[in-house]
C-alpha cells in the first residue's frame, strides 16, 4: 500500500523556469548540497531542476540525479534535497507533499507525480471518448484533493457522445472548456493560457485526442524537447518519460506521454465512494455507517440507482474497482 500523501511544507519553494536548456552533469555542481525540483524521470534516473539560491554555484541549473539506494518513489513535482557524490547527484530527502498521484501500469499502482494544482483531462470528438478513462481521473482528482478540468478538442466535429460526456462531466463538477487545436489554435492557445496560469497542471488523454497538439500550443514544441533526448543505463534513446515543464513565472505543466490511466489501488472502498460526487449526492444515510455500498442491506446509494438518481453504468464501475481490491467485496457484506 502506497505512503499516504503528507501535508504541505509551506517553506517549499517554487521550481525554477525551465527553457528546454539541455540538463548538466551534476559535477557543475560545486557545492555539497543543494535543493530543488524534479523536473523529469528517466526509470532510476532523475533531472532536478536546482533552486535559484544565492550563492549556489549549481542554481538554475537542471542536474542529473539518482536517488539515495536506488529508491523508486520519487517522481516529477517533488521537492528534493540532493548531496554529491562521486560526481552524482543523489537525492537525500523527499519534502512533504501536497499531494501524490498514481498511475496503474501492467496491474500495478506506480507513483505519477507529486504537489499538483489540478489535472486536466483531455478528450475529443474522434475517438469517442471512454467513459471509465475520464472517471478514473476524475477520481483520482477528488481523492487527491486536485481541481479536475475537463477539455473537450477537435470540436469542429460533430460528436454527440463527447458532448454528452461532457455535460456529464460537467454535472460531476469538473470544469469544462472546449477548444479546436487544428481549426481555432490561437482561441484554443488563449483558452489553456487562462487554464494553466499560475498553476501546476497535470496533463492527461488518451492517444489520438490531440493532447500534444495542446501542449505544443502551450508550452512550443522546441521547449518540450529540452528534457526528451536522453539516453537510458542501457544506451536505449528514451522519450517517453513524465516530466515538468515551466510554463509564466509560476505555473508548470506535467505531461507522461506512456501514460494509460491513473492507478486506484490505493484507495480504500471507503476512500472510492467519498471521491464519487453522485454518491455524496445521496442525502439518505445507509443503516450502516461504514457501508461500502455492495451487498449491504439499506443502501440508499444502491437505491438511488434503482430509482435513477445514479447511473447504472457508474455504479457498475464502482463495483468493479471494488473488485480490484481482492477480499474487498466478501469482507465488508453483511447479507
Known amino acids: 500500500m502506497p505512503r499516504r500523501p503528507q501535508p504541505p511544507d509551506s517553506s517549499a519553494a517554487r521550481a525554477p523556469q525551465a527553457r528546454g536548456a539541455a540538463p548538466q552533469r551534476s559535477g557543475d555542481c560545486l557545492d555539497e548540497r543543494c535543493a530543488g525540483r524534479v523536473v523529469a524521470r528517466f526509470g532510476s534516473r532523475y533531472i532536478v531542476a536546482v533552486d535559484r539560491a544565492a550563492g549556489d554555484t549549481a542554481a538554475g541549473q537542471e542536474l542529473d540525479a539518482i536517488g539515495r539506494g536506488r529508491r523508486q518513489d520519487i517522481v516529477v513535482g517533488d521537492r528534493v534535497h540532493c548531496s554529491r557524490e562521486q560526481g552524482l547527484l543523489v537525492i537525500e530527502a523527499v519534502e512533504p507533499r501536497r499531494n501524490l498521484l498514481f498511475r496503474a501500469d501492467a496491474n500495478r499502482t506506480k507513483p505519477l507525480a507529486a504537489n499538483v494544482d489540478q489535472i486536466a483531462i483531455v478528450f475529443a470528438a474522434q475517438p469517442p471518448p471512454q467513459p471509465e478513462f475520464v472517471w478514473r481521473a476524475l477520481l483520482a482528482a477528488a481523492a487527491a484533493g486536485v481541481e479536475p478540468v475537463a477539455i473537450l478538442n477537435k470540436i469542429d466535429l460533430e460528436s454527440a457522445a463527447a458532448l454528452a460526456a461532457l455535460d456529464e462531466v460537467a454535472r460531476l463538477g469538473a470544469r469544462v472548456v472546449r477548444v479546436s487545436a487544428r481549426g481555432n489554435p490561437r482561441g484554443a492557445a488563449q483558452q489553456l493560457e487562462q487554464v494553466c496560469r499560475d498553476r501546476i497542471t497535470l496533463f492527461v488523454g488518451q492517444s489520438g485526442v490531440g493532447k500534444s497538439t495542446l501542449l505544443n500550443l502551450l508550452i512550443g514544441s522546441e521547449l518540450r524537447t529540452g528534457v526528451l533526448s536522453r539516453r537510458g543505463t542501457h544506451g536505449r534513446q528514451t522519450t517517453t518519460a513524465t516530466r515538468w ?91
Open 245 to 335: 515543464l515551466a510554463y509564466g513565472t509560476r505555473g508548470a505543466v506535467i505531461d507522461s506521454p506512456g501514460f494509460h490511466e491513473f492507478g486506484l489501488g490505493h484507495l480504500s472502498a471507503a476512500e472510492l465512494a467519498r471521491s464519487m460526487p453522485d454518491f455524496a449526492a445521496v442525502t439518505q444515510p445507509c443503516r450502516f455507517a461504514d457501508c461500502h455500498h455492495a451487498e449491504e442491506p439499506d443502501c440508499q446509494v444502491r437505491a438511488a440507482v434503482e430509482d435513477g438518481q445514479i447511473s447504472r453504468a457508474r455504479y457498475e464501475f464502482y463495483r468493479k474497482l471494488l473488485a480490484q481490491d481482492s477480499g474487498t467485496m466478501a469482507a465488508h457484506s453483511r447479507k
